[in-house]
């Protein structure tokens, strides 16, 4: 029986995998060597933090074109396109149209349901991006990274009192699902241009206008 819901946010309640993948060619456009970089490290790596993603990209391209100098060792320089990153992303995912159904979805849910945010993103944007929007209201409380999803999803747990079995995690990206096989979670899987890839084994949907619905035969 489902007694918590817990969601993704990026490309599960808002539609904002485009515009978060779109801004990292962003905050290197000024440099055309980093195109090609930037696109094979977000194949291999774009469920990472940003922070990882940035430092990957500026180490391959010190790799690749040892003649050029980064303003700072790498970790500094990371941080301060992190910043950029996170102020083109945030400014976006703000206004960005949400999930088909997501609103009607939550109105739904939370009257029923103690609803949870369980994101990548880094918690202070992420709240500032919820509380823009006007969401925060659906949500007993938000989690983000810096810590990761099972480590959220553990305290959500345990602050809920219930077992694994009794939460739902509804999201888009390979981490929502390993963390919900890690505690026995239901999982319902939100399908979108950035996962046709994955083999998912669980509930899928295109959007959330179903979900209410899904919800309720679970329970």
């Known amino acids: 029986m489902i007694k918590v819901i817990v969601f993704d946010f990026d490309g599960t309640i808002i539609d904002s995998n485009q515009l978060k993948y779109d801004a990292f060619f962003r905050i290197f456009e000024y440099d055309k060597r980093y195109k090609k970089i930037v696109k094979d490290v977000l194949d291999r790596s774009r469920e990472e933090t940003r922070f990882s993603i940035i430092e990957r990209i500026l180490r ?12 700072g060792d790498i970790g500094e320089v990371s941080l301060l396109y992190a910043a950029k990153y996170n102020d083109i992303v945030e400014s976006a995912a ?9 609103s009607d979805a939550l ?10 945010i369980n994101s990548a993103t880094p918690l202070e944007p992420l709240r500032r991006i919820i509380s823009e929007r006007s969401l925060d209201g659906y949500f007993v409380d938000i ?6 999803k099972i480590e959220n999803l553990s305290e959500i747990l345990s602050k809920e009192s219930v077992a694994g079995s009794e939460i739902l995690v509804v999201g888009d990206g390979a981490g929502d699902l390993k963390s919900a096989l890690y505690f ?8 979108n241009d950035f996962n046709r890839s994955l ?4 509930d899928m949907v295109d959007d959330l206008r179903t979900l209410p619905d899904l919800v309720t035969s679970m329970s």
């Open 143 to 148: 989690y983000g990274a810096p810590r990761a």
């Open 184 to 191: 026995s979670a239901a999982f319902v899987g939100v399908r």
């Open 94 to 102: 703000s206004i960005c149209p949400e999930i088909s159904g997501a």
């Open 107 to 116: 109105d739904f849910l939370f009257r029923r349901y103690p609803l949870y």
């Open 199 to 202: 083999e998912w084994k669980k």
């Open 60 to 71: 391959i391209f010190q790799q690749d074109f040892p003649g050029i100098l980064l303003e």
